[in-house]
């Protein structure tokens, strides 16, 4: 069973960082490409960053390009969103994704909320 646990979420000030985890399990999490989404209130979710399996590329949205780096560690299946000089509009949950035998997989979110 695939299951996606993120942590990490909180409050922060304008210019802070957070550190967001994603613990996977339930498939050989080496293998797939790993995605972070957000969701800020009254918008749709959108995608943040993506890392692949095979030789960890990576690609960013262009309104984090810069601050937010994602990376991944195959021996503890874990994924991480390393998030710098953060902005308000950075304020949503953060959601880890896979996509397994073609059926996407949605973590519970983790709330970032970013004081001015």
């Known amino acids: 069973q695939v299951q996606l646990v993120e942590s990490g979420g909180g409050l922060v000030q304008a210019g802070g960082s957070l550190r967001l985890s994603c613990a996977a399990s339930g498939f050989t999490f080496s293998s797939y490409a790993m995605r972070w989404y957000r969701q800020a209130p009254g918008k749709e979710r959108e995608l943040v960053a993506g890392i692949s399996s095979a030789d960890g590329s990576t690609n960013y949205a262009d309104s984090v390009k810069g601050r937010f780096t994602i990376s991944r560690d195959n021996n503890k299946n874990t994924v991480y969103l390393q998030m710098n000089s953060l902005k308000p509009e950075d304020t949503a949950v953060y959601y880890c994704?896979?996509?397994?035998?073609?059926?996407?997989?949605w973590g519970q979110g983790t709330q970032v909320t970013v004081s001015s």
């Open positions: 994704r896979v996509h397994v035998k073609g059926y996407g997989y």
